[in-house]
């Protein structure tokens, strides 16, 4: 069996499975946003339980439009609040205690190896990274988690991606995945699971698995799974809030598909608008001259995407007539980075900072695009009006390339500037 297999095994009551099969799941960790959260939370209400499964296992994350951009979200937070106060949720982050939600949960170790996780947004998938099954669901499915503990799943088939030899100069995650999504397409891999190894990926912290986790969704993937090693239990143990189970795939396991990538071949990558799959070398890039840099989100907004950008943008000012934004994804990232001198270095570079917030990746505050800019952002998707105006064009890319590409003023290899 595979990882994911294993896991939905487990979870189902150790039966035996094979892709296709329909199972009920015990589910873990079940999480919702400000976006998310009032919808399940209305569906939960007018189907008349009175308790939720587990107050302990309720995740609510106020992380889209907070700081509350405006009346509408305001008082979506103000119904998410009661509610967790009414039903004693534990899990509740909002303000000062919040963070981007998938960077907070594995900071918190509140999501763990093997387990299975259902949250009310796509991007759940990263936490695949810590060995885990995560995947993203619709609101109203989570409602039923949130009564029950339980889900339906349909069993994925799992395709395997092997990533061989060294990475190159300034190469990270971010290159990894969006090289893969280029590769196979947005619909690649299309309710199957990414399976992800190799010399390359041993060798990447968890910050950088985090990243290729969280994009398998924009290959279509159901999950992405990194399997734990000694670095993911090295960063699990400290945190860990409970118990946890580690999964590894069988030497006989069967896959989908099975796929090697080697990666001296692989350069920083750009995603051009409007697919994430829609990528180029950066040697193949050309000139694109940009308005706005943004540097965060849960895709690239961890302490390891700011040392790179700042050790780039160190003693360099910002290109005049680009906005250049820097959001660290929690609490703890932001102090971080201002114990390690890295606020300060992009204070001087001309850099804006701002709090912890999902805001301008999904174009909803902090960094919105007007109709015929162009933006070059470390999140995760570049469809039309993702991040504002359907005239805009965004283009991806992780830390190394957005930090060059906003001394610059246009999209640049980060050896353009570190002369």
């Known amino acids: 069996m595979t990882i994911a297999e294993k896991i939905l095994a487990a979870h189902a009551g150790n039966i035996e499975i094979t892709p296709g099969d329909i199972i009920k799941v015990d589910v873990d960790i079940a999480l919702a946003n400000d976006i998310t959260?009032?919808?399940?939370?209305?569906?939960?209400?007018?189907?008349?339980?009175?308790?939720?499964?587990?107050?302990?296992?309720?995740?609510?994350?106020?992380?889209?439009?907070?700081?509350?951009?405006?009346?509408?979200?305001?008082?979506?937070?103000?119904?998410?609040?009661?509610?967790?106060?009414?039903?004693?949720?534990?899990?509740?982050?909002?303000?000062?205690?919040?963070?981007?939600?998938?960077?907070?949960?594995?900071?918190?170790?509140?999501?763990?190896?093997?387990?299975?996780?259902?949250?009310?947004?796509?991007?759940?998938?990263?936490?695949?990274?810590?060995?885990?099954?995560?995947?993203?669901?619709?609101?109203?499915?989570?409602?039923?988690?949130?009564?029950?503990?339980?889900?339906?799943?349909?069993?994925?088939?799992?395709?395997?991606?092997?990533?061989?030899?060294?990475?190159?100069?300034?190469?990270?995650?971010?290159?990894?995945?969006?090289?893969?999504?280029?590769?196979?397409?947005?619909?690649?891999?299309?309710?199957?699971?990414?399976?992800?190894?190799?010399?390359?990926?041993?060798?990447?912290?968890?910050?950088?698995?985090?990243?290729?986790?969280?994009?398998?969704?924009?290959?279509?993937?159901?999950?992405?799974?990194?399997?734990?090693?000694?670095?993911?239990?090295?960063?699990?143990?400290?945190?860990?809030?409970?118990?946890?189970?580690?999964?590894?795939?069988?030497?006989d396991a069967e896959y989908l598909s099975i796929k090697e990538y080697d990666c001296s071949n692989i350069e920083p990558q750009v995603a051009f608008p409007h697919l994430p799959s829609n990528t180029k070398g950066i040697s193949e890039v050309g000139e694109v001259m940009l308005d706005q840099v943004v540097i965060g989100s849960c895709t690239n907004g961890r302490i390891e995407d700011f040392r790179i950008a700042a050790r780039i943008m160190n003693g360099k000012k910002v290109a005049k007539g680009v906005r250049c934004l820097i959001l660290p994804a929690t609490p703890q990232v932001f102090m971080d980075a201002e114990n390690e001198g890295l606020i300060k270095i992009f204070l001087e570079s001309g850099a804006i900072i701002g709090p912890p917030t999902c805001g301008p990746c999904l174009g909803g505050h902090m960094g919105i695009l007007a109709n015929g800019e162009k933006g070059l952002a470390t999140t995760n998707r570049n469809f039309v009006g993702r991040m504002g105006d359907p005239g805009s064009e965004v283009y991806l890319s992780g830390p190394a390339v957005a930090a060059a590409s906003a001394i610059t003023g246009k999209i640049s290899s980060p050896g353009e500037v570190m002369i």
């Open 37 to 251: 959260a009032p919808i399940s939370i209305k569906a939960f209400e007018a189907s008349g339980f009175e308790k939720v499964y587990d107050k302990d296992r309720v995740v609510f994350v106020m992380d889209h439009f907070t700081p509350n951009k405006d009346i509408a979200s305001a008082n979506q937070c103000k119904r998410i609040r009661e509610f967790a106060k009414e039903y004693g949720i534990g899990h509740f982050y909002e303000g000062g205690d919040a963070g981007v939600e998938h960077a907070l949960l594995p900071e918190k170790g509140i999501v763990l190896p093997g387990d299975f996780i259902m949250g009310a947004d796509s991007h759940t998938c990263t936490y695949g990274a810590l060995g885990a099954f995560a995947t993203g669901v619709g609101s109203t499915d989570l409602a039923g988690v949130i009564m029950t503990g339980q889900a339906w799943v349909k069993v994925p088939s799992t395709m395997k991606f092997i990533f061989n030899g060294k990475l190159g100069p300034w190469v990270g995650g971010k290159d990894l995945i969006l090289y893969l999504i280029g590769d196979i397409g947005v619909d690649g891999a299309l309710y199957n699971v990414l399976e992800i190894e190799g010399e390359a990926v041993e060798g990447l912290d968890l910050s950088n698995r985090l990243t290729i986790s969280n994009m398998a969704i924009e290959a279509g993937a159901k999950a992405g799974i990194i399997a734990a090693d000694e670095k993911t239990e090295a960063y699990v143990k400290p945190r860990a809030q409970r118990n946890y189970n580690v999964y590894k795939s069988d030497d």
